[in-house]
C-alpha cells in the first residue's frame, strides 16, 4: 500500500506521519513535494501538520494552490483516501474539499497538549477499527483549530454522521473544559459527504507508540489499512 | 494601461466571533477608554495593478478576493481603488 506523504514548505510533521505509517509493514510511505505535479500510483494521500508557506495570509490559503494539489483534488475526487491533519484539515478546507474554516482558537493560544476526542461514527474508512464512542487521548498543536461552518453545513455534517471526532472530557461530556479551542459542536473532524477525505485537529501520528503517551491512534492506520487491503489493487 | 492604487481591506464576517477584537476592545477598556464596542481585527493588502481602467482595476481585485485573499466562508471584504499614480505605456 503506496502512500504519499506531502511535503510542503514548512511542513513539519511529515516525518512523523511517515515514520507512523512505517510502524505498520503493509505501507510504504513516500514523500512527495508539493512542486511535484503527479501522485503517481499512491493508495492514499496524507497532508501533514505545519505551517506550509508559513501560514501567510490564512493557514492553509497558499498552499492549497501548490501544484500537488490539483493531483490531490483529482485523487480524493476519484474516491481516494485523504487525510489532513492539523494543518493538513486547514489546506483542505481553503481548498475546498472539506466545507467550513479554522479560525483562531477562541482563547487566543496555541494550544499544544493531549486532549481527548470521541469517536463519533466507526462508519468511515479511517475509523472502521474503533468502537463508535470509544475516547481517545491524543494531542494537540495548533493556533487556529476553531471549526466554523454555517448552521446550515453544521447541520448537515451532523445528518449525515460526518462529525468524526468530537472534543470531549476524560469521562466523554461535552461540558466545561471539554472543548479547547472554541469549535463549533466540538467538532475535532469531519468528513466530507462521499467520506473518503477525512480532516481533524488532533494527531493521531503522534500516538502510536508507547514511549508517545499514548497509542489511542493506531486505530485510524490500521482502519485504513483494513480498507485498502479490501480493496481490489 | 495605467497602474492603480488597490487597497484591500478584509475583515471577519459580521457575527462571527473575533476573539483578537474581543481582547483588544478589553485592554482599551482597560486603559479607560470608554464606550468602545465591536473591536474587529482585519488586514489589509495594497497592490499596484495594471490595468486599461479602474473598472477593470476593481474587477480583477475582486477576482483576487474570491480566490485567494479572502476566505468566503469567514471573511467579508471591501477595495478601494484611487487614481492611476502615473501613466503607463503608450496611448492606443
Known amino acids: 500500500m503506496k502512500v504519499a506523504v506531502i511535503t510542503f514548505p514548512g511542513s513539519n510533521c511529515d516525518h512523523d506521519c511517515y515514520k507512523a505509517l512505517k510502524l505498520f509493514p503493509e505501507f510504504e510511505p513516500r514523500f512527495v513535494w508539493h512542486a511535484a505535479s503527479t501522485l503517481d500510483s499512491v493508495d492514499a494521500v496524507f497532508l501533514p501538520g505545519g505551517f506550509a508557506h508559513g501560514d501567510y495570509l490564512r493557514a492553509g490559503a497558499i498552499a492549497r494552490f501548490s501544484p500537488i494539489m490539483d493531483a490531490v483534488h483529482a485523487f480524493a475526487t476519484a474516491g481516494g483516501p485523504v487525510v489532513g491533519i492539523c494543518n493538513g484539515f486547514q489546506v483542505l478546507c481553503e481548498s475546498g474539499l472539506l466545507p467550513g474554516a479554522l479560525l483562531r482558537n477562541d482563547t487566543l493560544r496555541f494550544r499544544s497538549h493531549d486532549v481527548h476526542i470521541r469517536v463519533e461514527t466507526s462508519r468511515t474508512r479511517f475509523t472502521s477499527a474503533y468502537e463508535k464512542g470509544r475516547i481517545l487521548r491524543i494531542p494537540i498543536a495548533h493556533g487556529e483549530g476553531n471549526y466554523h461552518a454555517d448552521a446550515e453545513t453544521l447541520a448537515e455534517l451532523e445528518g449525515e454522521d460526518r462529525v468524526v471526532f468530537r472534543y470531549v472530557t476524560p469521562t466523554g461530556g461535552l461540558g466545561e473544559g471539554s472543548n479547547p479551542n472554541g469549535s463549533a459542536h466540538n467538532i475535532a473532524g469531519i468528513v466530507n459527504a462521499a467520506r473518503n477525505v477525512l480532516g481533524m485537529m488532533p494527531h493521531p501520528e503522534r500516538a502510536v507508540e508507547p514511549l508517545l503517551g499514548s497509542t489511542d491512534g493506531r486505530g485510524l492506520f490500521e482502519s485504513l489499512s483494513a480498507h485498502l487491503s479490501s480493496v481490489p489493487a | ?92
Open chain 2, 1 to 92: 494601461m495605467s497602474h492603480f492604487h488597490v487597497e484591500v481591506r478584509i475583515k471577519p464576517r459580521a457575527g462571527l466571533l473575533d476573539p483578537e477584537g474581543k481582547a483588544i476592545q478589553h485592554a482599551l477598556d482597560s486603559l479607560g477608554f470608554e464606550g468602545v464596542d465591536n473591536v474587529r481585527v482585519g488586514k489589509v493588502v495594497d497592490l499596484e495593478v495594471e490595468a486599461p481602467s479602474e473598472k477593470e482595476a476593481i474587477d480583477r481585485a475582486t477576482q483576487m478576493c474570491r480566490k485567494l485573499l479572502a476566505n468566503p466562508v469567514t471573511e467579508d471584504f471591501g477595495i478601494t481603488v484611487s487614481e492611476p499614480t502615473s501613466a503607463g505605456g503608450s496611448e492606443a
